[in-house]
């Protein structure tokens, strides 16, 4: 089990370089010059280049690749072009934030989804089955921003139910609580269809397995037979969607926290693209990719945890 | 007979299809005594598998009991509801399937699978009663090293380890019963007679009854005491093993013996009895198997021959039973 972990751990380092490469690269296709943004409009070209010199821009790609991994190495992740804030310390006041929102969009629709997806699987057909299902497509096609944005004029705006711009304050505090049930409403809303369906479909295909009949001749209750043969066994396919869904929720974050102006990493990356801000926009781009790899990983072990035959392997 | 654990009376199982309802087993008369075993042979589709499924009351969605009746000791399994039929399940009446290999729960160790049988019956037992008592059943299965084997998982064992395992799930309530649907059919052959045996050796300890279903007359011959030739979801023939393979009086039975290849007689081909089981949904008129019956008639065509005692302890439903062999 640890070796497996590890082993995946190990495969996490050439990703994670991969990511830096392609990070970098795009942010050499841009057509903006960062020397020009930090300059200023009014800049005359001998500053430009002056501060082009100092960014070490002039340098060969090669190099300057060679100097940004170097330096992000040492923890040194440059500052921002447009304030000169360190984006260490960008990142490490809007991480927390974008945690919570992902955990408490993650708490409600995992188990939600799973929960419809077995009543659906359990009752294939039924009348049941197919109003899950259809709640569960309109999940899947609704865009993150527009359940955002009906939420917060009906909810947030019409009724004054909640909160809905900002975080007032961390999630052990009441209001900090409160501001954050939309946003995480908002974002779970997208992942319980998926969920919903595979944990259906997952269901379904163990429901008919020859080790569910052997469950049931043994004289198992059908709640027994359900949870600890069936959900039991489906959640392996489960997790592993979950896993590769949660690029999507890393995707759906950012909308959301730019719908709900919630101060988190996706609001930051959004932030430093529009203003060009090279360095800032790539330590967003680091951690988002930082942060899908180490779901991945949990996912990776949860999947051996849930199947022993994965263990041994 | 008092002396009967089980009696099916009139069984009829259908499934319910697109095309309409499809009568997978047809009006099935059994009786399995107490202490014995009944061996229900036949083709692919013929019915057996789902006639044992009757018995357990798991015949799945779209299937159903439509009719009959499925006395276990005077107690009629079809009239039970579903909590009923789930103590009757595993703590009376158990069953093992063809598949060792999906059979077992992969997620789950061997221990925690025995002992959630026991539990299902008796749920005041403590963790190490438990325990104990399915060290005790993997042992009686003649399982080596059982109490390391209890933690280990379906995939770390071989077919034989499983089929043995879902043995001693099987009989880790001591039922009265034991269904065994086609235990071997997966196994090489050596695993097949070790597994043959232990049923047997078991058998004897116990007292239970057996029904063995196998489409392998070879199984039948050395296990069984009673056999019933299933066709088309008929019993078509019922007698003692032995009256069976001496004195086969229906067609069917006469055209599976002759398809059995044996080592004793130079034959240059194999018999083989022309054609296939027709499907439920197709069953020809009259006599089920006319349309492949070197002996048919023309009132084989028409009527449908009942199950009748032809001599004593011995039944057929054929018309012109007994019939003489394919060489005269």
Redesign the interface.
Known sequence: MLRHAIQRLILAIPVMFGVLLIGFLLMQVVPTDPATVRAGPTATPDVIAAIRADLGLDEPLYKQFGLYVWRLLHGDLGSSIINNVPVSQELGATIGPTLELMFASLFWSIPLGILLGTLAGYWRGSLIDRTIMAISVAGVSVPVFFLGLVLIWFVGFQWQWLPFTGRAGPIWTLDGMLSLILPAVTLGGVFIGPVARMTRTAVLDVL????V?????????ER?VVM??AL??AL?PVITLIGLQIGFLLGGAVVTETVFSWPGVGRLAVGAILSSDFPMAQGTIIVLSMGFIVINLTVDVLYAA????IR?A | MSEDLLRIEGLRTVFRTHGGEVTAVDGVDLSVPRGRTLGIVGESGCGKSVLSLSV?R?V?HPGRIAAGRVLLEGRDLVGLSSAEM??????QV??I?Q?PM???????TVGFQIT??MR??DPRASAAELRERAIEALNRVRIPSPDRRFDE?P??LSGGMRQRV?IA??LACRPKLLIADEPTTALDVTVQAQILDLLRDLQAETGMSIILITHDLGVVAEMADEVAVMYAGRVVERAEAGAIFGDPMHPYTLGLLGSVPRLDEERETLLAIDGSVPPPFALPKGCRFHPRCPFAAAECKSDQPPLREVVSGHSAACLRAPVEAFAA
């Open positions: 008919s397995a020859d080790h009949r052997t469950a049931r001749a043994k004289g198992l209750t027994l600890r043969h039991r066994n392996v849930l199947d022993p035959r041994g | 357990m798991l799945a789930r103590q009757v399940r595993g703590s158990a069953m399937f598949e999906t059979s077992l729960n992969p997620v789950h959630e049988a299902a019956h998982y995939h770390q879902m799930m099987a």
